[in-house]
């Protein structure tokens, strides 16, 4: 008997290490995702990710492609076939979700977003970009629970390795002119959601 609570003893110490090790590496790459995310933020245009230069005292910005190595504009497709970049959104403020099936925050902010789209649905672009997760996973998933999202399919993580995106849900926020305002790592509640779209221009 002794022996048995002996063994078990140490499946929990075991266990709990391995606990421990895990969220201690995805708070590290959490803050480090932070830490880079510090400066001027990053905002799409035309073809581009405009970054803006703290530096610059006249407001001139500073182009950089969103673009994969080969030079080619960084793209996606959506469920539907179509294939999206974010600078076919510019124009209007952006609500970009990274997101997965096996994250549970993911899930449970999923209905709130969908709430979202519905009431804005003419102002405000939602693009949910799942964590490269096979097209049937997704469509599973979505079709499970009746969202009307624009549901874009990154197999490479292509979007969440250029945005340094290191936790899930990750949402980006950008305004009419593709400024990034606001970066939430985390579940979103309303109140939350509501104060980043003030942000963007959405709502009261």
Same mark, same amino acid.
């Given at each position: 008997m002794n022996k048995k609570?002996?063994?078990i003893d140490i499946s929990l110490v075991f266990i709990i290490i391995v606990m421990g090790v895990f969220v201690y590496l995805e708070l590290s790459r959490t803050f480090d995702f932070m830490r880079q995310r !510090? +400066?001027?933020?990053? %905002?799409?245009? &035309?073809d581009a990710l405009v970054e803006v230069d703290a530096g610059a005292s006249n +407001? =001139?910005?500073? /182009? &950089? =492609?969103v673009s994969q190595e080969e030079g080619d504009e960084l793209k996606w497709i959506s469920l539907e076939g179509e294939t999206l970049s974010l600078s076919d959104f510019v124009g209007k403020p952006l609500l970009v979700n990274f997101w997965a099936t096996w994250c549970p925050p993911c899930l449970a902010e999923m209905p709130?977003? *969908?709430d979202i789209a519905d009431q804005y649905q003419d *102002?405000? @672009?939602i693009l949910a970009i799942n964590a490269g997760e096979d097209e049937a996973v997704v469509r599973d998933? @979505? %079709?499970? *629970? &009746?969202? +009307?999202? %624009?549901f874009l399919l990154d197999p490479t993580n292509s979007a969440a390795k250029y945005f340094r995106v290191y936790g899930f849900?990750? !949402? /980006?926020f950008f305004d009419e002119d593709g400024v990034i305002q606001s970066t939430h790592i985390g579940e979103l509640n309303d109140a939350? /959601? *509501?104060?980043?779209?003030?942000?963007i221009g959405i709502g009261e």
């Open positions: 609570h002996w063994l !510090s +400066g001027s933020p990053p %905002t799409i245009a &035309n +407001g =001139e910005v500073v /182009l &950089n =492609e709130l977003i *969908q *102002q405000l @672009v998933f @979505v %079709t499970q *629970q &009746n969202l +009307g999202l %624009t849900p990750t !949402s /980006l939350l /959601l *509501q104060k980043y779209l003030l942000k």
